[in-house]
């Protein structure tokens, strides 16, 4: 018989905020349904280690949405690859300076793709810019990888080949990634993209264990994550909101760690909460303290201002962001709260100065969705 485990219940007065302002929640959600910027939301909030708000509302296919509905996550997913790294770092398999050829060979002597100024002046730039390969000034280290700064991000001039083929996996498409260009010299820049991958590779290479199985074994078993999933089982396909075939869900041999989980609002409740704890929940420490302290420390320095989707006052750790400045970055969270979200438009977060988990499941992308929503969290909080 499988155990289940359940974060406790409490009202939001149990945990020091007021309901009355904590229901503002719904009725964000509520005027951008009006709006029809969204068609449904599922929403969890935890504070002190306990749900104070879970609820499902809109339609899909003209049926209510449940609690238990799943999501494509899409870079959602990243931050599960953060914690697996944090795990093999913590236990000295790999360290965040570890140049990337050290576990990979192919990385070794890796180019970078620069703009051949000399020949965009003699088109005076009416021609499709021309690039040359250089080396690079030192090789890809794992922290470059685990913050963006890798230089493997988009498109680089002069790759063969950009899409996994039918079978791919991590251990067969990873080398071709090392074949390059990388799009910038490593540490120079904040350009997202693939790297995270390559950290997935690695974690197998350095624990022996295919990257889904080290994620279910490690993480999803412990928290009791019994509905994130690359390959959704055939009894749950009907509670999927989105199932988009050949992405979300389907069967796959590449197991990314950088997109392609689907989850529901409960397990994901779970993983924030286990940040907030400092890496233990039920009874099982996946981190120590300062594991998470690294995570969800700047790592990147400035280089996430100017990468595209930096803002103001907002720094980047190891796969997350993290409200450095809350005023300047007018996200309605607390300094020091870090988190990430997906293209499909879901977003979750951990706040440990408020002991806040938050997850907010969508299926559509907003600019200002979550914001509305941290904003009405942090009015409920009284103390």
């Known amino acids: 018989?499988?155990?289940?485990?359940?974060?406790?219940?409490?009202?939001?007065?149990?945990?020091?905020?007021?309901?009355?302002?904590?229901?503002?929640?719904?009725?964000?959600?509520?005027?951008?349904?009006?709006?029809?910027?969204?068609?449904?939301?599922?929403?969890?909030?935890?504070?002190?280690?306990?749900?104070?708000?879970?609820?499902?509302?809109?339609?899909?296919?003209?049926?209510?949405?449940?609690?238990?509905?799943?999501?494509?996550?899409?870079?959602?997913?990243?931050?599960?690859?953060?914690?697996?790294?944090?795990?093999?770092?913590e236990e000295g398999l790999v360290s965040p300076s570890d140049p990337v050829e050290k576990y990979i060979p192919e990385f070794r002597g890796i180019k970078v793709a620069v703009l051949d100024e000399e020949a965009d002046k003699t088109t005076g730039g009416k021609e499709a810019p021309e690039y040359r390969l250089v080396d690079a000034h030192r090789p890809v280290t794992i922290h470059d990888l685990l913050t963006h700064t890798s230089g493997i991000s988009g498109k680089a001039p002069g790759r063969t080949r950009e899409i996994q083929h039918e079978g791919d996996t991590l251990a067969t498409w990873i080398p071709i990634v090392a074949e390059g260009p990388l799009s910038f010299q490593p540490g120079t820049r904040w350009g997202y993209g693939g790297g995270l991958d390559v950290v997935a590779r690695v974690i197998e290479i350095v624990s022996g264990m295919p990257f889904n199985e080290f994620v279910q074994k490690r993480i999803f078993d412990p928290l009791d994550m019994k509905d994130t999933h690359w390959i959704v089982p055939k009894d749950k396909l009907h509670r999927m909101l989105v199932f988009v075939e050949g992405k979300a869900g389907t069967p796959t041999t590449y197991f990314s760690g950088s997109y392609g989980l689907v989850s529901t609002a409960r397990d994901y409740l779970h993983f924030e909460q286990m940040l907030v704890n400092k890496g233990a929940l039920f009874g099982n420490r996946l981190l120590k303290a300062e594991s998470v302290e690294m995570m969800s420390t700047n790592q990147a320095g400035n280089l996430f201002?100017?990468?595209?989707?930096?803002?103001?006052?907002?720094?980047?750790?190891?796969?997350?962001?993290?409200?450095?400045?809350?005023?300047?970055?007018?996200?309605?969270?607390?300094?020091?709260?870090?988190?990430?979200?997906?293209?499909?438009?879901?977003?979750?977060?951990?706040?440990?100065?408020?002991?806040?988990?938050?997850?907010?499941?969508?299926?559509q992308l907003t600019e200002d969705l979550g914001v509305r929503i941290a904003e009405a969290i942090g009015a409920a909080i009284d103390r």
């Open 305 to 363: 201002d100017n990468g595209g989707k930096g803002a103001a006052g907002v720094a980047f750790g190891y796969t997350v962001a993290i409200t450095m400045d809350p005023g300047l970055a007018k996200g309605g969270r607390s300094a020091g709260a870090f988190g990430w979200g997906g293209a499909a438009g879901t977003v979750s977060w951990t706040d440990p100065k408020e002991k806040l988990a938050v997850v907010i499941m969508v299926q």
């Open 1 to 89: 018989m499988t155990t289940t485990f359940e974060l406790p219940r409490a009202t939001p007065e149990e945990v020091g905020m007021s309901g009355e302002r904590l229901d503002r929640v719904g009725d964000v959600v509520r005027e951008f349904i009006d709006e029809n910027r969204i068609q449904y939301a599922v929403v969890g909030v935890a504070r002190r280690g306990k749900v104070v708000y879970f609820e499902a509302q809109g339609v899909s296919n003209q049926e209510p949405v449940e609690r238990d509905a799943m999501f494509h996550m899409a870079s959602s997913t990243k931050p599960i690859l953060g914690v697996a790294a944090m795990m093999v770092i």
